[in-house]
C-alpha cells in the first residue's frame, strides 16, 4: 500500500522557519518525482516545488525560490520542504505527492502551515 | 507561465446528468501533459485522468477526458452523489507546473 505522511506544519511567524517532512512507502521513491503542492485557504492547488528522489534534479515556483529548499533521503524514503523567510502569503495545507513523471499519482494529507504575527 | 483558466466555476447537476467540465490553456500544452484532479475537502488530491484521456487505475469509466494542444475537457457522464468535489487541471510539460483555479461541481 502506498502511503505519504506529512508532517511538521505549525504556526510561525513573519520571517520565520519550518521544515516539512513527507514520510512515504509502498513505491520505487528514487524513481520517482516528489513535489510539494499547497493550497491557500480558501483558494485553489498551488505546484511549489519538484525533485527527482534520488535529488539529482530539483525546480522551484518563482514565489519560493531563494526561501524555500526542497530535498529528498531516499535512504529514508523521506521528502523536505525547508522553508525559510516565511510570509503571510504561505499559509496553506502543504501537500506532499509522486508520480513516475510531473503528473502526481500519490498525495498525501496535508500539514497546516500558519504564518502570521 | 502556462495560465489554465478553467469554466465554469460553479455546476449544480442533478444525480445521472452529464457534467461538462473545461480547461483552456494559454499556450499549448506539449504532448497533451495534460491531467484532472477531484480534491474534496480535507482529503487528498486524487488524479482522475492523465494525458489528458489515459485514466488513472481505479476510476471509474463515467470520468473522460479529451482535447489537446490548448482546449482540453473532462466530461463525467452520469453523476453520483460522491462526484461532488472541486476539480482541477493541470499541465505537467512545462515549468512551473501550474494547475487551472477549480471547478466546483454541486449535486443537487
Known amino acids: 500500500e502506498v502511503q505519504l505522511v506529512e508532517s511538521g506544519g505549525g504556526l510561525v511567524q513573519p520571517g520565520g522557519s519550518l521544515r516539512l517532512s513527507c514520510a512515504t512507502s509502498?513505491?520505487?521513491?528514487?524513481?520517482?518525482?516528489l513535489s510539494w503542492v499547497r493550497q491557500a485557504p480558501g483558494k485553489g492547488l498551488q505546484w511549489v516545488a519538484i525533485?527527482?528522489?534520488?535529488?539529482?534534479?530539483?525546480f522551484y515556483v518563482d514565489s519560493v525560490k531563494g526561501r524555500f529548499t526542497i530535498s529528498s533521503d531516499n535512504a529514508k524514503n523521506s521528502l523536505y520542504l525547508q522553508m525559510d523567510s516565511l510570509r503571510v502569503e504561505d499559509t496553506a495545507v502543504y501537500f506532499c505527492a509522486g508520480g513516475l513523471g510531473w503528473t502526481s499519482l500519490y498525495w498525501g494529507q496535508g500539514t497546516l502551515v500558519a504564518v502570521s504575527p | 507561465e502556462i495560465v489554465l483558466t478553467q469554466s465554469p466555476g460553479t455546476l449544480s447537476l442533478s444525480p445521472g446528468e452529464r457534467a461538462i467540465l473545461s480547461c483552456r490553456a494559454s499556450q499549448s500544452v506539449t504532448n497533451n501533459f495534460l491531467a484532472w484532479f477531484q480534491h474534496k475537502p480535507g482529503q487528498a488530491p486524487r488524479l482522475l485522468i492523465d494525458d489528458a484521456s489515459t485514466r488513472a487505475t481505479g476510476i471509474p469509466d463515467r470520468f473522460s477526458g479529451s482535447g489537446s494542444g490548448t482546449d482540453f475537457t473532462l466530461i463525467i457522464s452520469s453523476l453520483d452523489p460522491e462526484d461532488s468535489a472541486v476539480y482541477y487541471c493541470q499541465q505537467c510539460a512545462h515549468l512551473p507546473l501550474t494547475f487551472g483555479q477549480g471547478t466546483k461541481v454541486e449535486i443537487k
Open positions: 509502498g513505491f520505487a521513491f528514487r524513481s520517482y518525482w
Open positions: 525533485i527527482k528522489g534520488d535529488g539529482s534534479q530539483k
